[in-house]
């Protein structure tokens, strides 16, 4: 069983900034086994995928809407994976969630293992 637990979220004006980070826990090398990534549901929306990261940390995957935009990394050391989001946008305004998977194509298709329990980010113009 893995725990994921988000934070950062807020209230942002439109070209701004926000990092979201995601503490994941659980037993033994548990972070290290899964593709790790990020997924948003604006209200009134279906879940859509945003970044994903593979094992390593050395691949990365971005959706079309956030590329150029959205910089996903992870740190192995402190479990954590994060979302560095720039020129943000009010289409960007969706409560996010951490996710963890077997590899990029299933958090891509939304089925992932572990959900976190989502942040909400909202940006004002």
């Known amino acids: 069983q893995v725990q994921l637990v988000e934070s950062g979220g807020g209230l942002v004006q439109a070209g701004g900034s926000r990092r979201l980070s995601c503490a994941a826990s659980?037993?033994?090398?548990?972070?290290?086994?899964?593709?790790m990534g990020w997924l948003r549901q604006a209200p009134g929306k279906e879940r859509e995928f945003v970044a994903a990261i593979n094992l390593s940390g050395g691949s990365t995957n971005y959706a079309d809407s956030v590329k150029g935009r959205v910089t996903i990394s992870r740190d192995g050391a402190e479990s954590t994976v994060y979302l560095q989001m720039n020129s943000l946008k009010p289409e960007d305004t969706a409560v996010y969630y951490c996710a963890a998977g077997w590899g990029v194509t299933t958090l891509v298709a939304g089925r992932a293992t572990y959900w976190g329990q989502g942040t909400q980010v909202t940006v004002s113009s």
């Open positions: 659980g037993p033994g090398r548990t972070f290290s086994s899964f593709t």
